[in-house]
């Protein structure tokens, strides 16, 4: 299971970049947020407003923005998926069924902390979700327009819900989704920490990683 919820992790990077329909009003919504002003970008909200102390967005042009927000979007969606695996595989819930019918290994003998579990997991296993998430990045990034110039590849609604959205709903569902991934990578960087060096953050119990 925790090989699957990596590779579901990893899945959600490429998702990201998954084009929807309708593709030209897609790409219009996008191309807005291209030459919006990175200060009234979804996203922004009170009591913070602005926040960008480092100055990382002066000087930058807007398809370099456009690409900062494409990366900050993926990795938040990536970082919640992860932050599911962490508490469902920590918890010993499992995929039933083999991971390897040839090493007679099932998903549950990979264990519960996925840095074990990546470990135990076949070169094989972990050749097929590093390959697969390498073609679908490529894939993506040969999408045109490209989503630096405007078009829809970062977008990801499949089954076209933003179409009937006015652009202020738009853009509040957007603030929203950014906000739930921003606080994803904090939760995932703990769960990574404390997987990583036992006792550096006291709150998770040692089961969960």
């Known amino acids: ?14 998702s990201a970049f998954v084009p929807s329909s309708p593709l030209a009003t897609r790409a219009a919504r996008t191309s807005s947020v291209v030459k919006m002003a990175v200060e009234d970008m979804p996203g922004v909200l009170p009591p913070m407003g602005f926040f960008d102390p480092a100055g990382i967005s002066k000087g930058v042009s807007p398809e370099g ?3 900062y927000r494409a990366a900050e979007l993926k990795h938040g969606r990536v970082a919640m998926l992860a932050n599911a695996g962490f508490m469902t595989v920590g918890a010993g819930i499992h995929f039933p ?4 019918i040839t090493d007679d290994m099932t ?10 579990a990546w470990a135990n997991m076949p070169s094989e296993g972990k050749q097929q979700i590093v390959g697969y998430i390498a073609i679908l990045e490529i894939a ?11 078009g829809p590849g970062w977008v990801l609604d499949p089954f076209g819900f933003a179409s009937s959205l006015s652009p202020e709903e738009l853009k509040v569902k ?10 994803a990578m904090i939760g995932a960087m703990g769960f990574s920490a404390a997987a990583s060096i036992p006792g550096s953050v006291p709150f998770l119990a040692d089961k969960i990683i």
């Open 1 to 14: 299971m925790k090989c699957v919820a990596l590779a579901l992790a990893l899945l959600a990077s490429a």
């Open 65 to 67: 923005l456009a690409w």
């Open 97 to 100: 069924g083999y991971l390897s």
């Open 107 to 116: 998903f549950a003998s990979l264990g519960t902390k996925p840095l074990d």
């Open 140 to 150: 993506a990034e040969c999408i045109k327009p490209h989503y630096t110039k405007g």
């Open 174 to 183: 957007q603030t929203r989704e950014l906000q739930n991934g921003r606080l």
